[in-house]
């Protein structure tokens, strides 16, 4: 652990306003969306024939449950509903990328293990301590089984980009932001 403080050292801590943690958060945050729509595309085509309806479900906080009937993508649901995903997943990964960045480096199974955790914890904070018309809206038109797969994509999103940011990532000296490598040329 001392060995991985040294290796990683944070400067002055900002918590999750570090710019290293936003950007880290950006990559992550926006793989780990791409992959729990997909996920949900996938269940929506499957469970009830429309790949858009459970994106349309999202933008329920504003068009309220109806929105869940929507079968066809439109802007007003899908993509709503989609900047509304893309954004919770934002903040889910700023808490996660917060909650990994004195851990690092992380193994795969340690990095999946993290990424697992937060996603259950955010499906918990989602559906029991979210009002209900600030859920995801899944619920509306999905099963419980095609949401907790949505959720475990959205684990799998973080966790690959997660290791891929972190070997991106190189060691950076005291008082420096841990970022990006930046690109030679």
């Known amino acids: 652990m001392i060995k991985a403080a040294r290796r990683w050292p944070r ?29 949900l595309a996938l269940a929506g085509l ?3 024939g429309s790949p858009a309806q459970p994106l349309n479900a999202t933008s329920h ?3 309220g449950a109806a929105a869940g009937a929507v079968r066809r993508a439109d802007w007003p649901h899908t993509a709503l509903g ?7 997943t934002l903040f889910w990964a700023v808490l996660f990328e917060r909650w990994i960045a004195r851990r690092r480096p992380l193994s795969p199974a340690s990095m999946a293990a993290h990424a697992l955790a937060l996603s259950v914890f955010a499906a ?3 559906y029991g301590a979210t009002p209900k018309r600030f859920t995801p809206g899944w619920e509306l038109v999905l099963s419980k089984r095609a949401m907790a797969a949505a959720y475990l994509a959205l684990a799998t999103g973080l966790a690959t ?7 991106a990532r190189p060691p ?9 490598k930046a690109r030679p040329g």
């Open 161 to 167: 980009s997660g290791m891929a940011v972190q070997r």
């Open 46 to 48: 499957a469970e009830t």
């Open 124 to 126: 918990a904070v989602d």
């Open 61 to 63: 906080w504003l068009h």
């Open 172 to 180: 950076v000296g005291p008082g420096q932001s841990p970022g990006l």
């Open 11 to 39: 400067g002055r801590d900002l918590g999750i306003l570090d710019p290293g943690i936003l950007q880290r958060a950006a990559i992550t945050g926006t793989a780990a969306s791409l992959a729990s729509t997909l996920a």
């Open 82 to 88: 989609y900047a509304t995903h893309h954004a919770a």
